[in-house]
């Protein structure tokens, strides 16, 4: 995944490599527990996560206070359970942090 916006300057364009191999369930959030520690005020403690079913990769909203948001190619859509992320796909932590999930 690549930071596309975030409120961390230094976290720009970054990218983070996801190994569902080491981490089948990857945590995504605030806390330094997290596989993925995002440093926004508007991302909760234990934001979100991803995982692998299969060959598909899952994006689930963990309770998150300002929301989990998947880009379906016109508006960022809330959330709610689980969903299906394809390659490419943007998603948005809160109102300010938004990654770009990509493949290698």
């Known amino acids: ?25 990857v945590a995504i959030g605030r806390e330094a527990e997290n596989v993925v520690v995002v440093p926004d005020t508007e991302v909760s403690r234990t934001h ?23 880009f379906d190619g016109k508006d960022f859509q809330r ?6 992320v394809k390659p490419n796909s943007m998603i948005k932590f809160g109102n300010n942090t938004i990654v770009k999930l990509t493949c290698e």
Not at 79 to 84: F, K, P, R, S
Request: no cysteine.
């Open 1 to 25: 995944m690549v930071f596309v916006n975030t409120p961390a300057q230094s976290l720009m364009k970054t990218k983070v490599r996801i190994d569902f191999d080491t981490f089948p369930t």
């Open 48 to 70: 979100a996560e991803l995982s692998l079913n299969g060959n598909k990769v899952i994006l689930k909203d963990r309770g998150s206070t300002n929301g989990t948001y998947l």
């Open 79 to 84: 959330v709610t359970g689980t969903v299906e």
